[in-house]
C-alpha cells in the first residue's frame, strides 16, 4: 500500500497522465482520485486551488522530466543530429507505444484553457521556455553556436508539438519521421566544424 505522504506526488503524476491522454477539461478530479489511488481527502489539501492548481504542477512536472530526458539523452550524444535525432525518437517511441493515445501535458493547457486562467497561461510560457532552454543549452555543450542552438531547440521542440498532434490524428508515426529529416539536416548544417 502506498504511503500517505506521497499522495501529492502520486495526484501530479496522475493529473499529467490524463491530461496527457484526455486533455485539461476531461481531466476529472475524480479520476486523478481513482487513478493515484489517493485519499480523496488530500485532494483539496494539497491543492487548495483545485484543477488549475493541479494541471499547472503537473505541467511543471512535465516539463522537469522533458529536461531530465534531454539531459539524458545528450549524456550519450556526440553531435546535434545524435541530440535531434534521440529526442524526436523518445517522442515517437513513446506516442507509438500508447497506441497514439499519450500526448504532451502542456499542449492541452494551452489549446483549451488559455486566457481561462492567467495561471496556467503563465505556467505553459514557463514550461515550454524550460524544455526548449534546456535543449538550446545541451545543443550549445554539443558545439553549436548559440545563436543557431536557440533557433534549433525551438524548431526541435515545436516538431515535436506538432508530430505528436499530427501522429495521433493519423495514427502512424510518420510525422516524427518526416520532422527529423529536416531537423536532422539542419541540425548537421549548424554543426561547429
Known amino acids: 500500500m502506498a504511503r500517505r505522504s506521497d499522495s501529492r506526488q502520486r495526484m501530479v503524476a496522475a493529473a499529467r497522465q490524463l491530461i496527457r491522454e484526455r486533455g485539461y477539461h476531461a481531466m476529472a478530479l475524480s479520476d486523478v482520485v481513482e487513478r493515484?489511488?489517493?485519499p480523496r481527502g488530500s485532494l483539496y489539501h494539497h491543492f487548495p486551488e483545485g484543477k488549475v492548481q493541479m494541471a499547472a504542477e503537473a505541467a511543471d512536472c512535465h516539463a522537469q522530466e522533458q529536461v531530465k530526458e534531454i539531459n539524458r539523452i545528450a549524456a550519450s550524444s556526440s553531435s546535434a543530429e545524435d541530440l535531434v535525432t534521440a529526442y524526436l525518437d523518445l517522442a515517437r517511441d513513446g506516442m507509438v507505444?500508447?497506441?497514439?493515445q499519450r500526448g504532451c501535458a502542456v499542449a492541452p493547457l494551452v489549446i483549451e484553457a488559455s486566457g481561462q486562467a492567467r495561471d496556467l497561461d503563465a505556467v505553459t510560457?514557463?514550461?515550454?521556455?524550460?524544455?526548449?532552454?534546456?535543449?538550446?543549452?545541451?545543443l550549445v555543450v554539443l558545439g553549436?553556436?548559440?545563436?543557431?542552438?536557440?533557433e534549433l531547440a525551438h524548431a526541435a521542440v515545436a516538431g515535436a508539438e506538432?508530430?505528436?498532434?499530427?501522429?495521433?490524428?493519423l495514427r502512424s508515426p510518420e510525422p516524427f519521421d518526416a520532422v527529423k529529416a529536416v531537423l536532422v539536416e539542419r541540425a548537421r548544417s549548424v554543426a561547429v566544424s
Not at 507505444?97 to 497514439?100: D, N, Q, T, V
Not at 510560457?125 to 545541451?138: L, P, T, V
Not at 506538432?162 to 490524428?169: N, Q
Open 162 to 169: 506538432g508530430a505528436l498532434v499530427t501522429s495521433r490524428a
Open 97 to 100: 507505444a500508447s497506441g497514439y
Open 36 to 38: 493515484s489511488a489517493a
Open 125 to 138: 510560457r514557463r514550461s515550454f521556455s524550460i524544455i526548449i532552454e534546456g535543449m538550446a543549452f545541451q
Open 144 to 150: 553549436v553556436q548559440t545563436a543557431a542552438a536557440r
